[in-house]
């Protein structure tokens, strides 16, 4: 199984790079990941935000094929604790996929067809963070979800 984190434009600020690079190298040891950044969007200011989240949607959708699992990360998602999100993530394993895709849409959010093509809505918390913070909270659920799934000491209750 494959787990991918697709999301809109680079993240720029060096100390979340750097984060997310540490999470990353981490969940390498536990599962086949890759991250896929779709390029930000160059002229936007003649667009409307429903147009850029059309515009944006067209190339996630690029990045989906039709048997992947997808969830998108919202703030209107379901809400885990790190133990629940856990064993959510185990089921979704044991569910014989190829590929699960994390999605994190760009500033504007998503478009309807991304709605539509998601197995599964997740809120990381009721507070907004910005696009490029949120990767960085997200991978660190992720690692510490497969450390909870194999009873390693990261987790504390």
């Known amino acids: 199984m494959e787990i991918r984190l697709i ?42 935000i429903q ?10 959708i690029k990045q989906i094929k039709e048997q992947d699992y997808n969830i998108i990360l919202d703030e209107k998602g379901t809400e885990y604790n790190s ?20 999605i994190i849409g760009g500033p504007y959010g998503f478009d309807n067809r991304i ?9 990381l918390s009721k507070m907004t963070f910005s696009h490029q ?8 659920q992720l690692y510490r979800a497969f450390t909870i799934i194999k009873g390693e000491p990261y987790h504390h209750e």
Do not use: H, W
């Not at 147009?51 to 996630?60: D, G, H, T, V």
């Not at 709605?115 to 809120?123: E, T």
């Open 51 to 60: 147009q850029i989240k059309e515009k944006e949607s067209e190339l996630i």
């Open 133 to 140: 913070l949120i990767r960085l909270i997200f991978l660190e």
């Open 115 to 123: 709605y539509k093509l998601a197995q599964q809505k997740i809120s």
């Open 7 to 48: 999301c809109i434009a680079k993240t720029e600020d060096k100390y979340l790079i750097e984060g997310i690079e540490k999470y990353e190298k981490r969940i390498m040891k536990y599962t086949k990941y890759q991250k896929i950044i779709i390029p930000d969007l160059k002229t936007t200011k003649s667009l409307s």
């Open 83 to 102: 133990i629940d999100f856990a064993y959510y993530l185990e089921n979704v394993y044991t569910k014989s996929l190829k590929r699960i895709n994390f």
